[in-house]
């Protein structure tokens, strides 16, 4: 999962030279990289919680990695709407800001410790005296 985080640099990097050049096509395939990459790095921010976190701590865990998630998207509509003039200058902080956002989060997630996976499957019951669940099995 650190390389899927690691390619957020690459994506924004290629989004930074979009914005820089003004290249439409280039942002619109960034569009879709960054949801291919909130699709594999999302259920991952969820996962890691019950593996680090008593019971009772789960839904303020939750809730506050809800927040992480929903509170920079109304924060960065305010400077995505100043960044929007045609501006060279502003186009260049705009892609600046976006690489360093992308760094500084994925540094930030290399520093939480590795958690290895836990086997959450149920075990299945014994075939001694015991009956399928299901209708029709033996």
């Known amino acids: 999962m650190r390389l899927v985080k690691s390619l ?14 003004t290249q439409v096509p280039v942002l619109l ?13 999302g259920p991952v921010k969820y996962a890691y919680l019950p593996q680090d976190l008593s019971e009772e701590e789960l839904t303020g865990g939750n809730g506050m990695v809800e ?9 960065g509509h305010p400077g995505g709407r100043r960044g929007g003039r045609d501006d060279a200058q502003r186009r260049s902080w705009l892609a600046i800001a976006l690489l360093a956002v992308a760094v500084l989060g994925t540094r930030d997630s290399q520093s939480i410790p590795a958690s290895p996976a836990t086997d959450a499957r149920p075990q299945a019951p014994s075939s001694t005296g015991t009956r399928s669940a299901r209708p029709g099995a033996t």
């Open 8 to 21: 957020e640099i690459v994506i924004m990097a290629l989004a930074a030279y979009g914005f820089y050049t």
């Open 29 to 41: 395939g960034c569009v879709f990289l960054m949801g291919l990459h909130s699709t594999l790095f």
């Open 67 to 75: 927040m992480g998630t929903f509170v920079p998207h109304p924060a």
